[in-house]
């Protein structure tokens, strides 16, 4: 398909564990984005790229939070020693350019830590 | 501290009822302005934007959202609600000029019953 895909869709980990969430973005989009959104909140920004450079990880909560898009593309997020307040849906969205263009989001991976 | 506000936290409605969400924001300057839905399972999807010109933007499915400057809103209406319309609705404003960076409200949770 033409979107913005997240691989799993689900992810259960126990506490301690280490986890790593895909995003593939839509094709030929700069601008790359992981949000976390908590139960009944909305989306709250975790951190940017342009292309490869990261830009900006001011949302992400702790040092266990780490990304990467080494090529421009595929993202990841990773999660080191998950906690149970690292429960959430992880949204990646993708944008074409860097300025002035709409976000287009990904299902999210849906991450539950026990 | 500057943020997005979504009064309505959940609205039911019937079907063929009037809609109005509202959203407040609290960022000086340039800034522009969306409304997302979430459907139930599916991913955040673009309802309709505002980036300059008309105040009055039309989006799809009937929504339309008007941006009043000095009230710092931008409220979203449909004159007719279906069913179909049941879904979460987001608010999400881009105070950033190098970015398309979002910062979002809570959400709405909008039930239509027939």
């Known amino acids: 398909g033409a979107g913005v895909s997240q691989s799993p869709r689900y992810k259960v980990a126990k506490r301690g564990q280490d986890v790593a969430l895909r995003c593939d973005p839509i094709s030929g989009h700069v601008s790359l984005f992981w949000y976390q959104q908590a139960l009944g909140q909305g989306p709250e920004f975790l951190t940017y790229f342009q292309n490869e450079a990261q830009l900006d990880k001011s949302g992400l909560p702790s040092d266990r939070f780490f990304a990467e898009r080494p090529e421009g593309s595929v993202s990841t997020l990773k999660i080191q020693r998950t906690q149970q307040e690292d429960s959430a849906v992880y949204l990646c969205?993708?944008?074409?350019?860097?300025?002035?263009?709409?976000?287009?989001f990904g299902n999210g991976t849906r991450l539950t830590v026990t | 501290a500057q943020s997005v506000s979504q009064h309505n936290h959940h609205v039911i409605l019937s079907e063929a009822a009037s809609l109005e969400l509202g959203c407040n924001y609290s960022?000086?300057?340039?800034?522009?302005l969306f409304w997302y839905v979430q459907y139930p399972g599916q991913h955040l999807q673009l309802l309709l934007k505002?980036?300059?010109?008309?105040?009055l933007v039309k989006g799809i499915k009937g929504f339309e959202a008007e941006f009043i400057k000095s009230k710092f809103s931008f409220n979203l209406r449909k004159p007719s609600v279906q069913w179909s319309d049941t879904a979460e609705y987001f608010c999400?404003?881009?105070?950033?000029?190098?970015?398309?960076?979002?910062?979002f409200g809570t959400g709405t949770r909008l039930q239509v019953f027939p």
């Open positions: 505002y980036f300059s010109g008309d105040p």
């Open positions: 960022y000086g300057g340039t800034v522009n």
């Open positions: 969205a993708s944008s074409f350019r860097v300025n002035n263009s709409p976000l287009h």
């Open positions: 999400a404003v881009n105070p950033f000029y190098n970015t398309d960076k979002l910062i």
